[in-house]
C-alpha cells in the first residue's frame, strides 16, 4: 500500500469533531479538505483502529468494513 500523504492531524483544524469514543471518530469537514482516494471534496471523515467495524442500515443499505495487513473490504448488505 503506498501513502497517500493524507494526514487527519494536519487537517485537523479544517474538520469538527462530532464524536470520539476512543478507536473510533467521525469528523465533518467544514473547509473543503479534498478526499484522498478520488479528489473531490467529501462531506464526513470516519476514522478507526479497530480491525472490523459494522455500520447500520442509514441510506437503504448496511456495510461493514475489514482491514487486514494485505487489504481492506467493504461489504454491502
Given at each position: 500500500?503506498?501513502?497517500?500523504?493524507?494526514?487527519?492531524?494536519?487537517?485537523?483544524?479544517?474538520?469538527?469533531?462530532?464524536?470520539?469514543?476512543?478507536?473510533?471518530?467521525?469528523f465533518e469537514?467544514?473547509?473543503?479538505?479534498?478526499?484522498?482516494a478520488c479528489?473531490?471534496?467529501?462531506?464526513?471523515?470516519?476514522?478507526?483502529?479497530?480491525?472490523?467495524?459494522?455500520?447500520?442500515?442509514?441510506?437503504?443499505?448496511?456495510?461493514?468494513?475489514?482491514?487486514?495487513?494485505?487489504?481492506?473490504?467493504?461489504?454491502?448488505?
Amino acid at each position: 500500500m503506498t501513502d497517500t500523504g493524507f494526514d487527519v492531524h494536519a487537517e485537523r483544524h479544517r474538520l469538527k469533531q462530532l464524536t470520539d469514543d476512543g478507536d473510533m471518530k467521525l469528523f465533518e469537514n467544514r473547509d473543503g479538505v479534498e478526499c484522498p482516494a478520488c479528489g473531490r471534496g467529501f462531506d464526513r471523515l470516519f476514522s478507526t483502529s479497530r480491525e472490523s467495524v459494522s455500520f447500520p442500515e442509514n441510506d437503504g443499505s448496511r456495510f461493514c468494513l475489514l482491514r487486514t495487513s494485505e487489504a481492506v473490504y467493504l461489504f454491502r448488505h
